[in-house]
C-alpha cells in the first residue's frame, strides 16, 4: 500500500518585505583653467581621493578638442607621468550627435576600458563636449557594472549643464538617449580654457540651458543674463563666465538638494522645453545643435504658456527677446510638420514613465506641472513663432 501523505494547511501568511535603503554618493564640482598644466594639482587630487594607490587611467578626448589643442594629448601624458599615474591609453573619438548613434564608438571605449585592465579603483577620463561625455559615461557605468568617471567639459552646454547631470547614454531605435544608465561621475571638472575655441555656434548653445534653469529654479539668473545677452553674444568672459559657472551649480544643487536624479517619479523641471528639443532634433537629422533645438523649445513652451493663460504676456515677450540677443533662432522649418513634432510628446511621455508630465512657466523663476497639452495651443505657438522669424 502506498503511504498517504497529508496536506497541512499553511498556518502562518505569507509576507511580503519592504526595506528602504540609500547609498551615499558625493557630487565633486571644480572650477578651473589649465586642468593639464602640471603645476595643477586639482585632477590630481580628485584622482588620488579615496585611494591609496598610484592613480591607473585611461583617457578619452572628443577629437574636435584635440584638434583645436594641438599638444593635448601630450600634455595629459606629462601630466600623468609628472604626477605619478599609469596610463595605458589615450584615444581619441569623434564628436557631436552622431557619436552617440554609431555603435563601432562605444565598442572601441569599451575595448579601451577592457585592454587598460581599468578597474573600480582606476579611473576613465573623458574630455569634450556632450556627445562623447555621454557615451564614455555610458561604458563607463556598465564596464565591472561601473567604474570611477571623471569628466572635464569642454563646451559650454557641457560645462553649464549635461556634464553636471549623473545621467549617460546613447541614441538607438530613432530615439535619444534610450540607452543609457544614472550613474553620478567621480568628478566634474570645468576648465574655461577649453571655451576660448569654441566656434561662435557651439559657444551660444550651453546659453539655452542657462536661460532654461533660471527660467523655471531662479529669476535672478535670468534677470542676469537678459541683462548681459548682447555681451554674451560677444563672448565677452566676464559677463558669460559667471553664467556658466551659476548655471553648473544650480544644475548641481538640483541633483543633490532632494531634485529626484534618478528620475523615480515624472516631474521633471529641469526638461523644460526638452519636449520638442528632443524631437527636433530628431526631424532635422541632429543638424540642429542640441542647445539651439533647446532654445526653440524653450520658446515654444514660454509661448505656450502664455496662450493658455498661465504666464503674462509681457514676461513671454522677455523670454524670447533673451533668447534673441544671445543670437538664437526660435524657429526652425521642420516645426511646419506639427503633427510629426507633436507625436514627440509621445516618446517623451514613454520616457517619463507613461505619465505625461511637463514643466511649463506661471512666472519667470517659477515653474507648474501641466498633465495635458491642447494640440491647437502648440500649433498657435508655433505659428507665432513662425511670424516672428
Same mark, same amino acid.
Given at each position: 500500500m502506498p503511504t498517504s501523505v497529508r496536506l497541512h494547511p499553511v498556518q502562518e501568511e505569507f509576507r511580503g518585505i519592504q526595506a528602504p535603503f540609500s547609498v551615499p554618493f558625493v557630487h565633486r564640482l571644480h572650477f578651473t583653467r589649465d586642468a593639464?598644466?602640471?603645476?595643477?594639482?586639482?585632477?590630481?587630487?580628485?584622482?588620488? @581621493?579615496? &585611494? *591609496?594607490?598610484?592613480?591607473?587611467? +585611461?583617457?578619452?578626448? *572628443?577629437?574636435?578638442?584635440?584638434?583645436a589643442w594641438p599638444g593635448i594629448l601630450t600634455a595629459a601624458r606629462v601630466y600623468a607621468g609628472a604626477h605619478g599615474? @599609469? =596610463?595605458?591609453?589615450?584615444?581619441?573619438?569623434?564628436?557631436? @550627435?552622431?557619436?552617440?548613434?554609431?555603435?563601432?564608438?562605444?565598442?572601441?571605449?569599451?575595448?579601451?576600458?577592457?585592454?587598460?585592465?581599468?578597474?573600480?579603483?582606476?579611473?576613465?577620463?573623458?574630455? #569634450?563636449?556632450?556627445?562623447?561625455?555621454? =557615451?564614455?559615461?555610458?561604458?563607463?557605468?556598465?564596464?565591472?557594472?561601473?567604474?570611477?568617471? =571623471?569628466?572635464?567639459? &569642454?563646451?559650454?552646454?557641457?560645462?553649464?549643464? $549635461?556634464?553636471?547631470?549623473?545621467?549617460?547614454?546613447?541614441?538607438?531605435? #530613432?530615439?535619444?538617449?534610450?540607452?543609457? &544608465?544614472?550613474?553620478?561621475?567621480?568628478? +566634474?571638472?570645468?576648465? @574655461?580654457?577649453?571655451?576660448? &575655441?569654441? $566656434?561662435?555656434?557651439?559657444?551660444?548653445?550651453g546659453f539655452a540651458e542657462a536661460v532654461k534653469v533660471g527660467l523655471v529654479k531662479d529669476a535672478a539668473l535670468f534677470e542676469s543674463i537678459e541683462k548681459a545677452a548682447t555681451r554674451i553674444q560677444r563672448r565677452d568672459d566676464m559677463a558669460a563666465l559667471p553664467v556658466i559657472r551659476e548655471s553648473a551649480e544650480l544644475h548641481l544643487r538640483h541633483i543633490t538638494d532632494g531634485g529626484d536624479p534618478f528620475e523615480l517619479i515624472s516631474a521633471r523641471p529641469l526638461d523644460f522645453g526638452h519636449w520638442a528639443a528632443h524631437k527636433l532634433e530628431q526631424m532635422t537629422d541632429f543638424r540642429l545643435r542640441h542647445g539651439e533645438a533647446v532654445a526653440i523649445g524653450l520658446a515654444l513652451d514660454t509661448t505656450y504658456s502664455v496662450k493658455i493663460g498661465l504666464l503674462d504676456p509681457p514676461q513671454g515677450d522677455r523670454v524670447l527677446h533673451c533668447l534673441s540677443a544671445l543670437g538664437f533662432r526660435l524657429y526652425n522649418d521642420a516645426m511646419a510638420d506639427s503633427d510629426t513634432l507633436l507625436a514627440g510628446l509621445d516618446e517623451f511621455c514613454e520616457h517619463l514613465g507613461g505619465v505625461l508630465t511637463l514643466a511649463m512657466l506661471r512666472g519667470i523663476g517659477n515653474s507648474v506641472d501641466i498633465h495635458e497639452i491642447e494640440a491647437g495651443c502648440v500649433r498657435e505657438s508655433i505659428e507665432h513663432l513662425a511670424q516672428r522669424g
Open positions: 593639464f598644466a602640471p603645476e595643477n594639482h586639482t585632477l590630481d587630487e580628485v584622482v588620488r @581621493e579615496g &585611494t *591609496d594607490r598610484a592613480p591607473r587611467a +585611461v583617457v578619452f578626448f *572628443d577629437r574636435a578638442v584635440s584638434e599615474w @599609469e =596610463v595605458p591609453s589615450i584615444e581619441t573619438l569623434p564628436g557631436g @550627435e552622431e557619436t552617440k548613434n554609431d555603435p563601432a564608438v562605444l565598442e572601441q571605449v569599451l575595448r579601451a576600458i577592457h585592454d587598460a585592465k581599468i578597474d573600480r579603483q582606476s579611473f576613465v577620463i573623458a574630455v #569634450g563636449g556632450g556627445a562623447v561625455l555621454d =557615451v564614455v559615461g555610458y561604458a563607463a557605468a556598465i564596464a565591472h557594472r561601473g567604474v570611477r568617471l =571623471v569628466r572635464l567639459p &569642454t563646451t559650454t552646454l557641457s560645462q553649464a549643464d $549635461s556634464g553636471v547631470g549623473v545621467k549617460n547614454g546613447i541614441n538607438a531605435f #530613432g530615439k535619444k538617449n534610450y540607452l543609457g &544608465t544614472f550613474s553620478p561621475p567621480w568628478a +566634474v571638472m570645468n576648465d @574655461e580654457t577649453f571655451l576660448s &575655441t569654441l $566656434s561662435d555656434r557651439d559657444w551660444r548653445c
